[in-house]
């Protein structure tokens, strides 16, 4: 236990501060030599699960009755390959893409779920592991912008590697100087402009919206927490009943946030096949 | 809400997930999914066919049936008129036996009345020579009086 009870705002600053490899809150906002080791612990931890039940029901899957379990994981990739069907024409571009949205789909939504432990739980409970009272932990690793931002940039990638593969690198090229607005030369900086800020504006739309989201969702979990804090009547029915139904709610949250990034994917990847 | 190298981290994590499911879960997954919708397809397709052999034999065996009749029917019909043929030919025969019998008894009684009268004739005969020997009380001579005898004998026929 801390000397003294922490302040409203020092327990929401706390719970906010990543641990990272320095040991203390990051100072500059882009610092590429600091990493957030709970991100990148949860992140990993949850993606290797994801992939463990995904292979044991891939290893079992057969032709004959499923069971439960492989019904379950089978619902989930018809459910992606027939949107992944309905976004994306091409056969061969599926065979990677729809693996990718099954991936995102599950990985995120697990990462999501995390906000449905108790706020004060693992970073209690790390506290009295590491020995550290002040220890930092954040469980929730798509509440890191690097987390979302990680995996939207990815989808960049996949979106250029598509356009260069399905377009040639010349037809892409052709395409950034003249779409959308026409091939006048003196339009090819406004188009090359239109199309930088398009990419740009995809990718962090996709990443930020995932992050807002579960921030903000993580946040009221605190808020709700310090409620049930403040030690009154009062105080702990609210954190009941407002917890219970932020739970609740959040449940939506977390399938809808990670269908939406899913589904985001699908479409700019889509959009990649597709000249303009 | 800072940036550092766990952005980076995170984007090569996404690639190594993306690609493990590519390649150990995605395939396995589909390839069992697409074999059971043939599965079901060719049992449906099984099943079909089932149906219409099925009706394809119970129409075989309707025809059967009603050929059997026809021909048990047959059978029937031509035994009948054979039957009868042989009711017939065993009638005619007993009446020609019948008939024979009763001509060769006809005959027989005829030629034994025949014999009969002749006997009888003879007899006559014999009985008139003697009763006109012993009206005469001499002897008549046979030889001479043979016209008369005969005579006499047509006389009595």
């Not at chain 1, 976004?87 to 999501?112: D, G, Y």
């Not at chain 1, 188009?191 to 989201?213: D, Y």
Request: aromatic letters at 10%; charged letters at 20%; one cysteine or more.
């Amino acid at each position: 236990m801390a000397t003294e009870a922490p302040t409203s705002g020092e327990y929401i600053v706390h719970h906010l501060t990543h641990m990272n490899s320095t040991g203390h809150a990051q100072k500059a906002v882009i610092d590429w030599s600091v990493w957030n080791l709970d991100t990148l612990f949860f992140s990993i931890a949850l993606g290797v699960i994801t992939l463990f039940f995904l292979i044991r029901a891939a290893r079992k899957a057969t032709p004959g009755v499923p069971g439960r379990f492989q019904a379950a994981v089978e619902i989930l990739v018809e459910m992606v390959a027939d949107q992944a069907k309905g976004i994306i024409h091409s056969a061969e571009s599926r065979k990677f893409v729809a693996p990718v949205a099954l991936t995102v789909f599950l990985w995120i939504f697990l990462m999501n779920s995390m906000d449905f432990l108790p706020v004060d739980l693992l970073p209690r409970l790390w506290a009295m592991i590491s020995g550290n009272e002040h220890a930092y932990l954040r469980v929730v690793p798509t509440a890191d912008l690097n987390g979302t931002l990680g995996m939207s940039i990815g989808v960049l990638l996949i979106c250029l590697y598509y356009n260069v593969k399905i377009k040639g690198f010349s037809g892409w090229v052709h395409e950034l100087f003249t779409a959308p607005f026409g091939s006048h030369p003196l339009l090819w900086p406004v188009n090359f402009l239109m199309q930088i800020i398009e990419f740009l504006a995809k990718t962090v739309s996709h990443g930020m919206r995932l992050f807002g989201n579960m921030y903000a969702g993580e946040l009221i979990f605190m808020l709700i927490a310090l409620l049930g804090g403040t030690a009154t009547v009062f105080g702990f029915l609210g954190h009941i009943v407002a917890g219970s139904i932020w739970a609740v709610f959040h449940i939506l949250i977390v399938a809808l946030q990670a269908f939406i990034f899913m589904m985001l994917t699908l479409v700019y990847i889509g959009q990649a096949h597709e000249s303009h | 809400m800072n940036l550092n190298a766990t952005l980076i981290a995170q984007l090569v994590v996404f690639f190594i997930l993306a690609w493990v499911t590519m390649k150990f879960v995605w395939p396995p997954i589909v390839k069992a999914l697409d074999e059971r919708a043939k599965k079901i397809a060719d049992g449906l397709a099984a099943a079909d066919k089932a149906k219409a052999d099925l009706s394809l034999a119970e129409k075989k065996v309707v025809d059967e049936l009603r050929k059997a009749r026809e021909s048990a029917g047959d059978v029937r019909t031509s035994a009948e008129k054979q039957a009868a043929k042989f009711l017939d030919d065993a009638r005619a025969e007993a009446a020609r036996i019948i008939a024979q019998a009763r001509e060769a008894a006809e005959a027989e009684a005829g030629t034994a009345a025949q014999r009969a009268k002749e006997a009888l004739r003879d007899q006559v005969a014999h009985l008139a020579v003697a009763g006109a020997e012993k009206i005469l009380r001499r002897e008549i001579n046979a030889q001479v009086h043979a016209d008369l005898l005969a005579n006499l004998k047509t006389e009595l026929q």
